[in-house]
Each structure stands twice: as C-alpha cells, then as structure tokens.
C-alpha cells in the first residue's frame, strides 16, 4: 500500500486529493529552475523571459497549492462537497445494485452505499492503467477503496475490481443505477461515447444514471 495510505491514523479513510503533490514538486522545481536559469546563466533579454516563466509558475504553484488544501478535509474539504451535490441529483431508491465508474480510491462508491443501506454498490477504475493517460491514477488503489470502506463500515455492501470505462464487463441490466464523478473530462473524446453507451447498458434504467463532469 502507499506510503500517503499507512501514514494516515488507523480510523481514517483515505481519497485522495485531486490535485496531486507530484505536480506541485514538478511546478516548484520548474520554478525555481528558471528563476536560477535568469539569474545566473542568462543576461539581457533572456534573462528577463527566463524570469517572466519563472514567476509563472510560481503563479501556477500558488494556485494549485490552494486548490490543494480546498479540495482536502483540511481545507474547504470541496471535494466531498462535490460529491454531495452528486448525491443530491442521484434520483433513486435505493433498492438493488448500483456501479461507480472511476471510483478513485472509493469516496462515492461508499457515500451511495452509506446513503442507501439497502444498496449493493460496485466500484470500478483502472487503477494505475493508461486508460485517463496521467499521473493522477497512479495514486489511487483498490487496497485503498477496501480500506476506505472497512473503515466507513460499509465492506459487506460494496465491490471494487479494475476494469475499463471503455468496456465494462458486466452484462446488459446488470445494475438499477450508475453513477459517476469526474471522469469524462479524463476519458479521450473518441471514447466518450462509448463510455456513456456502456453505461447505459449495464444500468437497467438509464434515467438512474448521474455523470458529473467539467466536460
């Protein structure tokens, strides 16, 4: 399991944060590489663009550090109010088995099953795969997800397995409901309409189904 994963308290889940640490170290080190690149081995003109993409990224540092502690339960703790608004726009019962697509390290998977007890809820992601071609999915885990429900107390209820949004591998109907949370905007555009074709399969009621995404 990750390191972020055994570092927190035992009674704690973990969901990740969307804005990675990797990325801020690798705007920090871009920054501080063109600020020492306009300073020390540059003169003149190029010395001052040299500085211009320094404080840039900065800039794009300073941003994204924010975003970081917004979307943590440190912070703002945005992303569960993200999920909430989810949940508020899941028209459904509750009765039966709902899918998660791209759940992450499992937050709206367990929050469904937390919200409907007498639901059966699936989670899937392609953890670690190329399917969303960025450095996010790498730090999330199905380790996580089962720790993260064993810890909401919602393990006997919920599934997690890898599988693709492309291609899901259930059988048509398999599910009463879908849900998702950012992950188009990650999918490529050729592969959108798969996604979304699938998911309507494998939901018996395609109007139960809430896809939230900036794109």
């Known amino acids: 399991m990750r390191k972020n994963v055994t570092k927190l308290k035992a009674n704690e889940p973990d969901y990740g944060n969307w804005v990675s640490m990797r990325g801020l170290y690798t705007l920090g080190a871009l920054a501080i590489f063109f600020l020492i690149l306009s300073f020390v081995f540059l003169a003149g003109l190029a010395a001052a663009a040299a500085f211009l993409v320094a404080a840039a990224f900065f800039v794009a540092l300073g941003y994204n550090t924010f975003m970081r502690y917004t979307f943590s339960p440190r912070g703002g703790n945005l992303e569960a109010q993200i999920r909430e608004m989810v949940l508020d ?7 039966g088995q709902a899918l998660d697509i791209g759940c992450g390290n499992g937050p709206l998977t367990i929050a469904v099953a937390k919200k409907f007890p007498k639901a059966r809820v699936t989670g899937i992601d392609y953890w670690g795969g190329t399917i969303f071609k960025n450095e996010y999915s790498r730090a999330y885990s199905k380790q996580a997800c089962e ?55 494998s939901s018996r009621k395609a109007e139960r189904s809430h896809f939230m995404s900036p794109s």
Not at 89 to 95: C, I, K, L, Q, Y
Not at 166 to 171: E, N, Y
Not at 186 to 198: F, G, I, P, Q
């Open 147 to 201: 720790r993260n429900a064993q810890i909401e107390g919602v393990a006997d209820r919920v599934t997690f397995q890898r599988a693709s949004a492309r291609a899901l591998p259930f059988d048509d109907e398999s599910f009463d409901a879908a849900v998702s949370n950012f992950v188009f905007y990650l999918v490529d555009a050729r592969d959108k309409e798969t996604l979304s074709k699938s998911r309507c399969e």
């Open 89 to 95: 726009h899941f028209d459904w019962d509750g009765e």
